[in-house]
C-alpha cells in the first residue's frame, strides 16, 4: 500500500495533511475543527492546559467536527531551579528592563507548565482522542499500552535517527520527522539538541529507512512543492505548522499575523533564550544578545519567568521587537485564507506538481 494510503486508514483520514498543534495565545479549536472538517487531522497544543481546560477544549473540539483530530503533550524533565543561574541571568537581561522602565522578573524558581502526567493521560483514556501525539521526549511503555488499549493511535516527535528508533522500540506508532526548519520548540529528546540540526530533507528518508512505523514529514512544508518533495522521500503525510499560521480561523495575534505577512527566510533562528529550550521563532534584540553571550540557562519552562515581562511588553507596545514570534525557515510561502481553502490548494498544488514531474521523466 502506498504509505499515504497506510496513514489515511490508520488515521481515518482523507488527507494525509497534519496541522500540527500549536501552543497560541488562546486555543486552536476553530482552526482544528476546521483542518479536520476539511479532511485533514487537526491539532490541538494541549501541553499547558490544566486537566479541567482539556476536557472542556476536547468537548469543544467535539461539538465542532466529528472528524478525527490529535491532542498533543510535552514530555520535558521537571525542571531543576539553580539559584546562582538566577543572578548571573538577572544580570544579563537587566538592561532589556532597565531600558524599557520595566520591573524585573518575578521569583523564577517555578512553573505551572506541568509535564504529562495520570490525570491527565486518565482524560485520554476516557475521551478516547483519535490520535495523541508526544513532543520532548519518549512515552513510557505503560502510557502507551493505556492509549493503545483503548485505540488511540500514538505518535512523537524525532529529530534524529536515533531518536526514531527510540521512539519506535518504546511502541510509538507514527514518527513525526522534524526536521531543523521546523516553527516552534524542537523536539529533540536524546541528541545534543543544538548541534544536531539536521534538515527534513536529509532527515526524513533516513528515518523512513530506519523505521517500519508511518512516518510523517515536519520542518519547512509550506505549499505542494514541498509535500509532493516529501511522499518522493516515502513520508506518509506531512505536519505542517507555520502555514497554517495565516489561516483565517489561527488565533494569532495581529503582531504576528503582521511578521507573517512580510517573513521572509532569514527572519527566524533556533534559540533557548525564551523557554529554557531551542525554539525556532522570530529573531529579536533579546534572543540575540542571548545568542552572542551564549549564557547558561535555567532549565525549559523556567526561562519564561525571565522572558515573560518582555514579552507582555512587546504586545502592550506593539512592539515585534519584544515578541516571541514563532514561526519556521517558509514562512514566506504562507499565504491567507481559511483552513479549507489551504487544504485544497496544497491537495491540488501537490497533484500538480506530481503529474509535471511524470511528464518530466517521460520527456526524459
Ligand atoms: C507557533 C508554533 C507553536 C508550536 N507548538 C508546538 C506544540 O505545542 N507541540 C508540538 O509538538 N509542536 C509544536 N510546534 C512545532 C510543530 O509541531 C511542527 O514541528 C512545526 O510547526 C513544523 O514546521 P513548520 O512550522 O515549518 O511547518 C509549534 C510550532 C509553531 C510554529
Redesign the pocket.
Known amino acids: 500500500m502506498p504509505p499515504a494510503d497506510i496513514l489515511r486508514t490508520l488515521l481515518s483520514i482523507e488527507i494525509p495533511i497534519i496541522q500540527?498543534?500549536?501552543?497560541?495565545q488562546a486555543p486552536l479549536v476553530p482552526l482544528a475543527a476546521a483542518v479536520s472538517n476539511a479532511g485533514g487531522m487537526g491539532s490541538l497544543?494541549c501541553?499547558e492546559m490544566p486537566v479541567e481546560e482539556l476536557q472542556q477544549r476536547i468537548s469543544e473540539l467535539r461539538s465542532a467536527t466529528p472528524k478525527p483530530f490529535n491532542l498533543?503533550f510535552?514530555l520535558h524533565q521537571e525542571p531543576r531551579y539553580d539559584p546562582d543561574l538566577d543572578l548571573e541571568i538577572r544580570n544579563l537581561i537587566q538592561p532589556f528592563y532597565n531600558k524599557n522602565g520595566l520591573d524585573a522578573p518575578r521569583d523564577a524558581s517555578s512553573t505551572d507548565l506541568e509535564t504529562f502526567n495520570d490525570d491527565k493521560l486518565a482524560i485520554l483514556v476516557e475521551e478516547r482522542p483519535s490520535m495523541v501525539?508526544f513532543?520532548f521526549g519518549c512515552p513510557r511503555r505503560p502510557v502507551l499500552d493505556a492509549l493503545h488499549a483503548v485505540g488511540i493511535v500514538t505518535a512523537a516527535?524525532a529529530t534524529t535517527v536515533r531518536e526514531a528508533i527510540a521512539l519506535q522500540e518504546a511502541g510509538v506508532m507514527i514518527v513525526?520527522a522534524?526536521g531543523w526548519?521546523?516553527?516552534?520548540?524542537r523536539?529533540s529528546f536524546a541528541s545534543n539538541f543544538e548541534d544536531t540540526g539536521i534538515g527534513t530533507l536529509a532527515l526524513v528518508p533516513q528515518i523512513v529507512d530506519a523505521v517500519d512505523v508511518p512516518v510523517i514529514a515536519?520542518?519547512?512544508?509550506g505549499d505542494g512543492r514541498a509535500i509532493a518533495a516529501s511522499r518522493a522521500l516515502g513520508a506518509s503525510g506531512v505536519?505542517?505548522?507555520?502555514?497554517f499560521?495565516s489561516c483565517l480561523e489561527a488565533p494569532i495575534t495581529a503582531l504576528h499575523r503582521k511578521a507573517l505577512s512580510s517573513a521572509g527566510d532569514e527572519d527566524t533562528h533556533l534559540s533557548r533564550a525564551f523557554s529554557g529550550r531551542p525554539c525556532r521563532a522570530r529573531q529579536t534584540p533579546y534572543s540575540q544578545h542571548m545568542a552572542r553571550t551564549r549564557p547558561r540557562l535555567q532549565d525549559f519552562p523556567l526561562m519564561y519567568n525571565y522572558s515573560g515581562p518582555l514579552k507582555s511588553f512587546g504586545i502592550d507596545t506593539d512592539n515585534l521587537d519584544f515578541q516571541f514570534l514563532?514561526?519556521?525557515?517558509?514562512a514566506a510561502l504562507n499565504r491567507e485564507m481559511t483552513a479549507a481553502q489551504l487544504i485544497e490548494k496544497l491537495t491540488s498544488e501537490t497533484a500538480t506538481v506530481i503529474a509535471q514531474m511524470g511528464a518530466w521523466d517521460r520527456a526524459v
Open positions: 500540527a498543534p500549536m501552543i497560541l497544543g501541553a498533543n510535552f501525539s513532543h516527535t513525526v522534524q526548519e521546523a516553527g516552534g520548540h523536539g515536519a520542518g519547512g512544508i505536519w505542517m505548522g507555520t502555514a499560521l514563532l514561526y519556521g525557515q517558509a
